[in-house]
């Protein structure tokens, strides 16, 4: 049992920083996506606003979504891991 603990553990751990690895990538190519959508020809300026809205909206969602889960994996992760190392 406490094998599998000290396995759950690594592998939440890992698994925790890829969360968070992921949300931090999807917030930069958010920011990239609204960029590049910003260079088109011929927008008006409520276009450029509302791009520029959805674009760090885009970011921060996949931001929050990547750290917070990552958190919560991490957690377990340490939890098991203290669970193991006292039985």
Same mark, same amino acid.
């Given at each position: 049992?406490?094998? @599998?603990?000290?396995?759950?553990?690594?592998?939440?751990? *890992?698994? !925790? %920083?890829? @969360? *968070? =690895?992921? +949300?931090? %990538? !999807? #917030? *930069?190519? +958010?920011?990239?996506?609204?960029?590049?959508? %910003?260079? #088109? =020809?011929? @927008? /008006?300026? /409520?276009?450029?606003?509302?791009?520029?809205?959805? +674009?760090?909206?885009? #970011?921060?969602?996949?931001?929050?979504? !990547?750290? *917070?889960?990552? /958190?919560?994996?991490?957690?377990?992760?340490?939890? =098991? !891991?203290?669970?193991?190392?006292? #039985?």
């Amino acid at each position: 049992m406490v094998d @599998l603990m000290l396995k759950l553990a690594r592998a939440c751990r *890992i698994f !925790g %920083l890829a @969360l *968070i =690895a992921v +949300g931090v %990538l !999807g #917030a *930069i190519f +958010g920011a990239v996506h609204m960029m590049r959508a %910003l260079s #088109a =020809a011929g @927008l /008006s300026e /409520s276009d450029k606003v509302r791009i520029q809205a959805n +674009g760090v909206t885009e #970011a921060l969602f996949d931001l929050a979504f !990547g750290v *917070i889960l990552g /958190s919560v994996v991490l957690a377990v992760g340490w939890f =098991a !891991g203290r669970r193991a190392r006292r #039985a």
